[in-house]
Each structure stands twice: as structure tokens, then as C-alpha cells.
T-cell receptor
Framework: GAVVSQHPSWVICKSGTSVKIECRSLDFQATTMFWYRQFPKQSLMLMATSNEGSKATYEQGVEKDKFLINHASLTLSTLTVTSAHPEDSSFYIC??????????FGPGTRLTVL | SQKIEQNSEALNIQEGKTATLTCNYT??????LQWYRQDPGRGPVFLLL?????KEKRKERLKVTFDTTLKQSLFHITASQPADSATYLC??????????FGTGTRLTVIP
């Protein structure tokens, strides 16, 4: 089956620093990648959708200058949380879809901002 | 406003019984409805998809129903096992290929 990986699986950083999270599709070409955020005991909330080679589409309320998304190849998308603050602490999950449109989810990245 | 509600935050059942989870939605017109399993600290894992013109879908011990009139989906796990303990999420897919998730139900199967 299709496999999606994320790196790192967890990260702790100081307030004000930037953190980059990678999402890779390991055995298929992902034309579209999605980034979600999940707070404790809450559901996944879609942050943005990115298509390879074009700018990401952000959901309402998500700051595009704070959450930088790059989808430079068909197997890699990155999410950079700039100037992170404690309220950005969350579980970030990516998913990838190819020709079938089915979304395959990564294992998630736990971000803790001190 | 748009809402996706799953009937309860937590559900405990005895091993061997059938677990029934509910997903209700308002102000959506989904093309598909999906169910996922999520274990703590992990990403969701796809279980079943049901289309708007399908009433029921089965896969091994899992059964999903979809009533677009009631705007409701039921997810059943028959002959439940402790290994089925997890959080189960319903998700609506609109024509734009975006998924909108419910809040999830944490199922615990007691041996």
C-alpha cells in the first residue's frame, strides 16, 4: 500500500524559532499534499492543500506567512512553522494523494514550543 | 454553520459485542463519507469509504451505512476485540477532494 512518512516524529523548540516538518510519499507520486493540525482531544483540521509546483491554498484562519508550505517535488512537501509560539504546539499530520485521489496519511509530527 | 458530530466522545463495550458509532453532519453535501481509525500519537488509517448513492458497505467485521436524508452514517464493528480499541473518525469528502473530519469517538473494548 501507499506509504507516507513524516520527519521528525517529534520536535521541541524554543519560542520564536522556526521548525520545518517534512512529508514524503515513499512509493507513489503525490500530486496533492494536505497539511492538518490536531489539538488534544480534537479532530484533524485542514490547514492547507498544496499541488506540486504551485502555491498552497490555505484554509480560512490559517496564516500563510506563519505556516510556509513548499511542494517542490512529487514526493516531498514541507511545512515550516515560523516564529513558533506555545499556542502552535500541536500534532501536525500530512496526507498525500496521487492519481486515485485517495488520501494516505503520515504518522504525524508532535510539535512542542517552549 | 457546518458541523460533523460523532455521537459520543468515548464508548466502552464488552469484548464480543457489536460497537455502533454515529456520525451526523449538517450543511454539507458530501460525495463520499469515510471512516478512519486513529491510534494515540499516530496518523489516521483509512478503513472504509461509502458513496452518497450507496446505503451500506461491508469489510470483514466492519459495516458502514450512509443515510443522506438523515445526514447520518453508522459504523459497526461486530465481534469486537480489545485490539479494536482506538479512536474512530468519520470524514466527509466534498467534490473538491478535501476531507472534513468529525471529532472522533474513542472506543474501548473491555476483555
Amino acid at each position: 500500500g501507499a506509504v507516507v512518512s513524516q520527519h521528525p516524529s517529534w520536535v521541541i523548540c524554543k519560542s520564536g524559532t522556526s521548525v520545518k516538518i517534512e512529508c514524503r510519499s515513499l512509493d507513489f507520486q503525490a500530486t496533492t499534499m494536505f497539511w492538518y493540525r490536531q489539538f488534544p482531544k480534537q479532530s484533524l483540521m485542514l490547514m492547507a492543500t498544496s499541488n506540486e509546483g504551485s502555491k498552497a491554498t490555505y484554509e480560512q484562519g490559517v496564516e500563510k506567512d506563519k505556516f510556509l508550505i513548499n511542494h517542490a517535488s512529487l514526493t516531498l512537501s514541507t511545512l515550516t512553522v515560523t516564529s513558533a509560539h506555545p499556542e502552535d504546539s500541536s500534532f501536525y499530520i500530512c496526507s498525500a494523494s496521487g492519481i486515485t485521489n485517495e488520501q494516505f496519511f503520515g504518522p504525524g509530527t508532535r510539535l512542542t514550543v517552549l | 454553520s457546518q458541523k460533523i458530530e460523532q455521537n459520543s466522545e468515548a464508548l466502552n463495550i464488552q469484548e464480543g459485542k457489536t460497537a455502533t458509532l454515529t456520525c451526523n453532519y449538517t450543511n454539507y453535501s458530501p460525495a463520499y463519507l469515510q471512516w478512519y481509525r486513529q491510534d494515540p500519537g499516530r496518523g489516521p488509517v483509512f478503513l472504509l469509504l461509502i458513496r452518497e448513492n450507496e446505503k451500506e458497505k461491508r469489510k470483514e467485521r466492519l459495516k458502514v451505512t450512509f443515510d443522506t436524508t438523515l445526514k447520518q452514517s453508522l459504523f459497526h464493528i461486530t465481534a469486537s476485540q480489545p485490539a479494536d480499541s482506538a479512536t474512530y473518525l468519520c470524514a466527509l469528502e466534498t467534490g473538491a477532494n478535501n476531507l472534513f473530519f468529525g471529532t472522533g469517538t474513542r472506543l474501548t473494548v473491555i476483555p
